[in-house]
C-alpha cells in the first residue's frame, strides 16, 4: 500500500510531537534516493530516514545507523552547507497532499537567521525531495525534473515550487458538494479521484460502511445513499481533526504484510492486524516484513522453477501413462479371441476376414476380425501375442504409474514447503531434499557453504502442551518418527500435501481445545491454507507407518480421526522461545 494523504497527516502529527525544536546534527545520503537525518532533540538523537524512491517511497523515524557513502553527492553538501546545526521549527502537510514540508532556521554565512523549507513528496514514481526558500524559489532537489520528462512542471534549481494541480480533486472539507461525487465512474474510483488524501482502501473502506456497492456508478446513487456516504467521510474527518489514529499491519493468511493503515478501515477488520505505537513502527514493520517476505520469495525462485518445471514433467508423463493403460483395455478381448480361435477357427474358410461363433464366456454369438493371409491357427496365436504384450504393458505402466503419481504427490509437498520456509536455512534443506532426490545436480567438488539448521515451528498451546510443525519432508519424517512417541497425536491435512503436526502428550490426556488448536495448525501449514477451511486427520503417532522406499515426508494411517478445522494460528497459541 503506498502512502495515502490520511497516513501523511498521521506521520506528519507524530513527527511534529518528536521532532519540533531539534538540532540537525548529521546528514547523509545513503542512497541516489534517500537521505537520513540525525536529530537532537531535548529527550534523544532521533534519526529521520527519508526515501524518495519510485517504487517504495517512505518517511518515518528509526533506530537504524545506515552507512554514509566516502564521498557525500552534491545534494548532500548543500544541505549540509545550508541547515547543518539548524533548528526544525514546523512539520506541516498542506492540506491531504501526500506532502511533508519540514521548515528549518539557520544561520548563513553572516549569522543572520534565515528559513528553508525541505519539502518531501511522496507520490510514488513522481516521489521527491526538494529544497527551497520560503517564498517558493528551488534551491535543488534530490532528483532533477526538466521539461523534457515533465511538461507539467519542472523540478530545477531557480524554478518557483508549486504543488503539482490534481484536476478535479477537492480538500475533504468540501464533502458538502455531494454532486462533485456523481460521475460515470465506479463509487470507489470516484471518492479517491475526487478528495486528496483517499486511496482505494479508503474509499473500498467508506462503501463497506455504509452498505453502498463500491463498484456501481457513481451517477446511479440517489441522494440519500450519498448523503450516507458523506456522513461517513464526516465522520473520517473527526478522526483526523482529533488525531485520533491506530497504526497497524494488515497481514495475509500467511502471515505476510499486505497493507498498512490508521484508521480501522472496515474490510481488514476479520484479517491478521498488529498495532503498533507509532506511524514509524507501523512502517518499519511494514517494509521490513515485506522486504523479508520479497527476499525469500526471490531466493526461493530458483527453486521453484526447478519444482515447477519437474512438476510440469511429471503431470505429462502421468497422462501419457494413463493413456497407454488405458489402451490395455483390449488385451482381455484378444485373450477371448485367441481362445475361441482355438475351438471354431476349423469352421473358418480359407481367406476368410472374420468368423461369428458362439462366445461360451457370455453365451451370445461373437464376431472375430481375421487376417484373411494367414489361417485362424495363426490368427489365434497373433492375437495371443497382442494379449501378452499388452499385458507386459499393464503390468510395467502399472507400476510406473504409481511411482510417477509417487513423484507428483512428493513435489507437490515441496511446494508447500517453498511457501511454508520462513528463512534461507529453510530454503537450504528444501535444496538438500531436491538434490537428494535427483532433480538437482550434486556439485561434487564445490565447497558447501554451511548454513544454520532449518528447526520446525514449534509452538505452545493454550492448555501448555508443546506443538511441533515440519517445515519440509525432512523435518516432517524426523517429527513423526524420532520426536514423537508412540503415545503423541499426530495431525496432517486430509489428501493434501502439508506439514506433519505433533503434539507432545508427556503421558496426560489432551483436552478438546488441544486438539482444535492443532488441527487449526495442521489446517494453517497446508496447501488448502487459502481455502479457510481444511479436513484434518489425526491418530495416535502409534498409528501411523512409513512404507520402505517411501519418498521423504510420505507415510500411511488405516485408522483416524478427521475434524474440519480453520487455518490459522489459533489466539491462544503462541511460538515457544
Not at 437 to 442: A, H, N, V
Not at 450 to 471: E, M, Q
Request: with cysteine; glycine share 6%; hydrophobic share 35%.
Amino acid at each position: 500500500m503506498a502512502l495515502d494523504g490520511i497516513t501523511i497527516r498521521a506521520l506528519t502529527n507524530e513527527l511534529q510531537t518528536s521532532l519540533v525544536g531539534g538540532r540537525i546534527s548529521k546528514i547523509i545520503q545513503p542512497e541516489a534516493d534517500e537521505l537520513m537525518l540525525t536529530i537532537k532533540t531535548h529527550e534523544r538523537n532521533e534519526r529521520l530516514l527519508i526515501s524518495a524512491g519510485a517504487s517504495l517511497p517512505f518517511v518515518y523515524l528509526t533506530d537504524e545507523n545506515k552507512q554514509a557513502p566516502m564521498q557525500a553527492p552534491n545534494f548532500c553538501m548543500l544541505l549540509r552547507k545550508h541547515i547543518s546545526g539548524g533548528h526544525i521549527t514546523a512539520i506541516t502537510q498542506p492540506g491531504l497532499e501526500r506532502i511533508i514540508e519540514i521548515e528549518i532556521e539557520h544561520l548563513d554565512e553572516l549569522g543572520d537567521v534565515k528559513s528553508k523549507i525541505l519539502t518531501i513528496e511522496l507520490m510514488g514514481k513522481h516521489s521527491n525531495i526538494i529544497f527551497r526558500h520560503p517564498d517558493g524559489v528551488i534551491i535543488d532537489s534530490i532528483k532533477h525534473v526538466s521539461a523534457a520528462v515533465s511538461s507539467v512542471r519542472e523540478v530545477l534549481p531557480g524554478r518557483s515550487y508549486f504543488i503539482p494541480k490534481t484536476e478535479g480533486k477537492i480538500d475533504i472539507s468540501g464533502t458538502e458538494n455531494i454532486s462533485s461525487l456523481c460521475k460515470p465512474i465506479s463509487l470507489i474510483k470516484s471518492l479517491y479521484t475526487t478528495f486528496t488524501g483517499f486511496s482505494p482502501a479508503v474509499a473500498a473502506s467508506l462503501c463497506e460502511e455504509t452498505g453502498l456497492d463500491g463498484d456501481r456508478g457513481a451517477n446511479t446513487f440517489g441522494e440519500s445513499e450519498l448523503c450516507k456516504l458523506i456522513n461517513a467521510i464526516d465522520k473520517l474527518k473527526e478522526i483526523i481533526a482529533a488525531n485520533d489514529f491506530h497504526p497497524a499491519v494488515i497481514a495475509d493468511n500467511s502471515g505476510n504484510p499486505v497493507e498498512f493503515e490508521v484508521t480501522n478501515l472496515v474490510q481488514y477488520r476479520g484479517m491478521e492486524r498488529t498495532s503498533y505505537d507509532t506511524v514509524s513502527e507501523m512502517l518499519i514493520a511494514y517494509y521490513a516484513g515485506r522486504e523479508e517476505y520479497t527476499r525469500i520469495r526471490q531466493k526461493s525462485a530458483d527453486l521453484r522453477k526447478i519444482v515447477s518445471t519437474a512438476l510440469e514433467r511429471c503431470v505429462k508423463k502421468f497422462d501419457l501413462q494413463q493413456k497407454q493403460l488405458k489402451d490395455t483395455e483390449k488385451m482381455d478381448k484378444y485373450k477371448i479371441y485367441g481362445e475361441l480361435l482355438q475351438t471354431y477357427g476349423y469352421s473358418a474358410p480359407e481367406g476368410a476376414d472374420k468368423i461369428t461363433c458362439d462366445n461360451y464366456y457370455t453365451n451370445e454369438p461373437i464376431t472375430i476380425p481375421l487376417d484373411p493371409t494367414i489361417s485362424a491357427m495363426a490368427n489365434s496365436v497373433k492375437y495371443f501375442d497382442r494379449y501378452n504384450k499388452l499385458k507386459r504393458t499393464k503390468e510395467a505402466v502399472s507400476a510406473q504409474l504409481e511411482e510417477t503419481k509417487a513423484d507428483i504427490e512428493h513435489l507437490r509437498s515441496v511446494m508447500t514447503s517453498l511457501d511454508i520456509a520462513v528463512g534461507e536455512e529453510d530454503l537450504s534443506q528444501i535444496k538438500d531434499e531436491l538434490t537428494d532426490s535427483g532433480y538437482i545436480r550434486r556439485k561434487s567438488f564445490a565447497k558447501q557453504k554451511r548454513t544454520a539448521k532449518s528447526s520446525p515451528f514449534h509452538f505452545i498451546s493454550s492448555d501448555g502442551f508443546h506443538i511441533y510443525v515440519g517445515k519440509n519432508n525432512y523435518q516432517n519424517d524426523e517429527l513423526t518418527f524420532k520426536v514423537a512417541n508412540s503415545g503423541d497425536w499426530w495431525f496432517h491435512a486430509k489428501k493434501i500435501p502439508g506439514s506433519h503436526v505433533i503434539v507432545k502428550c508427556e503421558g496426560k490426556e489432551l483436552p478438546d481445545r488441544a486438539f482444535e488448536e492443532a488441527a487449526s495448525l495442521a489446517a494453517y501449514y497446508s496447501s488448502g491454507r487459502s481455502m479457510g477451511k481444511v479436513e484434518i486427520d489425526y491418530v495416535q503417532r502409534k498409528e501411523v507407518k512409513k512404507p520402505s522406499g517411501a519418498k521423504p515426508g510420505f507415510v500411511v494411517y488405516y485408522t483416524n480421526y478427521s475434524m474440519v478445522a480453520t487455518a490459522q494460528i489459533p489466539d491462544g497459541v503462541t511460538e515457544a522461545d
